[in-house]
């Protein structure tokens, strides 16, 4: 993209700093908006959803929608630079007139108006057109609930405007001929410090997501047909992952019908994924991605043409909704585990119709702090088994993305799970059960120790653990053991020497990676088939008993 990353950042940061106050102090003076905001923190805490007092509670939601005027406006400008909607908000040249002259024309028809309802009106605008209600729904979308004041809006139309006077062009333009949307993930990661804590947000590498579906995504494809393969990122973010799933799945599609309406074919791939999150403005971000990667696929360069893709993204508590699934075959038998509550910006129709299906792939990058609020704490730790101690919250999600694999995603054949997530579990006592009791009930296929490899933003030792939704098919689990880290940090992290041991020795049980260094063999990554029965070793007996340690001579 054109605008310089770091730039944009710390100008919309400075941007989200002025709304943020604005909106707290908002919440404060305007009785309605204290009224309804109590009400549904009040109904939170009755659906054990929140266990903050009301202030912290409120301070969080003010942060959210500032965030969502921010990126909102990020969405306009983007789509107007790029020629799919008119000018309304900044543009270069003609295009910039043109947006002024439109605010002009909506204050000359509504003279008692100002730069804060220009801007609802600019969002109601994109989101009527088709596909544009992905990002501006007003059901959920806090803008519509959370309105700056007329001052601060004006600030940020200015913002927009700005022109660099080194240059004399906008400070920030977005016109970019590959619509790549990556960046927006990247944006709204940074944008927001008490958010980036909150939702522990951290972006997935595109190596490692391409690694994680080729190992579970392109499996699917070559075992099933084609209309049976479905995927969920039940913690999906931005939607790395689901733009991967997207791109392959429409491949398929134009593979096996050529001559068919492409329009039709995107709608078919779109329908087979799916994405929850906890993270509105991750949601939001996801949606808009898809949406473009839709339109650029079927070359439609308009955002009112049709047609209105249909999505399947939607922002809740993956451990917390859902219809009850009995837990498949593995459980309890249905006990009542998941809530029928939703905060504003929640769709509980959406988001529980998306997770109470099953999937033929179960992907994602699940959050690996421990959860702050109480009242969570206790309410996840009565859903899952798996959760002990204090625990973090790649236990409970392992779980779900199991229970969300389908048993049977066509003729039999077991769905695909695969995720990146913390290792913790293996070396600290909260993951007992999860190590114990819930494995051993799953075919856990790959236990992949990535803690060596340098994967960019993840300062937390990390594993890759695959499977599949079905009884334990054998004794054995391919492990990866890391020996030696990175020597330093590579300039391509793809292309680091422990990751690239692990994508070369996956498949060769039994492997030890060796590289030269003048008389010093450095020794990366051992491959091995650990045969454990119950998926523990039947020599653990005497062995060093620490959770996730495997006794030595127990491999291929």
């Avoid at 020497?497 to 260094?517: H, K, L, T």
């Avoid at 450095?522 to 070793?537: I, K, M, N, P, T």
Wanted: hydrophobic share 45%; charged share 25%; aromatic share 8%.
């Amino acid at each position: 993209m054109p605008v310089a990353q770091t730039s944009l950042l710390a100008d919309c940061q400075k941007q989200l700093d002025l709304l943020e106050a604005d909106l707290k102090a908002q919440a404060e003076a305007l009785p309605d908006l204290d009224a309804s905001l109590r009400a549904e923190w009040a109904a939170a805490r009755a659906a054990q959803r929140v266990g903050d007092v009301f202030e912290i509670w409120r301070g969080e939601q003010a942060t959210q929608a500032a965030v969502h005027w921010v990126l909102g406006t990020v969405f306009v400008r983007f789509l107007e630079d790029n020629g799919l909607v008119d000018p309304v908000l900044a543009g270069e040249g003609d295009r910039g007139r043109l947006a002024e002259a439109a605010e002009q024309a909506f204050y000359a028809a509504r003279p008692t108006l100002h730069e804060r309802d220009w801007l609802l009106h600019v969002f109601r605008r994109v989101g009527g057109l088709p596909g544009g209600a992905a990002r501006f729904d007003e059901r959920h979308n806090p803008v519509f609930r959370w309105t700056p004041s007329p001052d601060a809006a004006k600030a940020l139309v200015r913002f927009w405007r700005r022109v660099d006077p080194a240059t004399g062009a906008l400070a920030h333009d977005f016109a970019d001929p590959a619509w790549e949307t990556r960046w927006v993930g990247d944006l709204y990661q940074d944008l927001s410090e008490g958010a980036r804590k909150k939702y522990a947000l951290l972006q997935t590498p595109v190596f490692v997501e391409e690694f994680i579906l080729d190992r579970t995504l392109g499996e699917a494809l070559q075992a099933l047909p084609l209309p049976a393969v479905t995927l969920i990122d039940p913690t999906c973010g931005s939607g790395h992952f689901l733009l991967g799933a997207f791109a392959r799945l429409l491949a398929a599609w134009e593979a096996r019908e050529p001559g068919a309406p492409r329009e039709a074919l995107a709608q078919r791939a779109l329908d087979q994924v799916a994405g929850v999150d906890l993270n509105p403005f991750a949601v939001a971000i996801a949606r808009f991605r898809l949406l473009v990667a839709a339109l650029r696929a079927c070359e439609v360069m308009r955002l009112e043409r049709p047609p209105g893709f249909r999505l399947h993204v939607a922002v809740g508590d993956t451990l917390l909704h859902g219809d009850e699934p009995g837990r498949l075959a593995l459980g309890d038998g249905g006990r009542g585990r998941y809530v029928r509550h939703a905060f504003a910006d929640e769709d509980l129709a959406e988001v529980t119709a998306i997770l109470s299906r099953r999937y033929a792939v179960v992907v994602g990058n699940p959050p690996y702090i421990t959860p702050k609020d109480a009242a969570l704490r206790v309410a996840y730790k009565q859903r899952y088994d798996s959760c002990h101690m204090k625990y973090a919250l790649s236990v409970p999600f392992v779980e779900r993305f199991w229970e969300l694999a389908a048993a049977d995603a066509g003729g039999g054949v077991a769905g695909w799970v695969g995720q990146i997530t913390a290792n913790s579990f293996m070396k600290r006592e909260f993951g007992k059960r999860l190590i114990e009791e819930f494995f051993p009930r799953v075919d856990l296929t790959h236990v992949l120790d990535t803690a060596g490899a340098y994967i960019p933003g993840h300062g937390t030792p990390t594993v890759l653990l695959f499977g599949r939704q079905r009884r334990p098919a054998s004794d054995v689990v391919r492990a990866a053991l890391g020996i030696q880290g990175e020597p330093g940090t590579p300039a391509d992290p793809a292309r680091g020497e422990v990751w690239s041991a692990i994508v070369a020795q996956v498949d060769a049980p039994g492997s030890e990676s060796v590289r030269e260094r003048g008389r010093r063999a450095a020794r990366r990554v051992r491959v091995a088939s650990l045969v454990v029965g119950r998926r523990w070793c039947e020599r653990r007996e005497g062995a060093d008993r620490g959770i996730g340690r495997y006794p030595r001579g127990c491999d291929c």
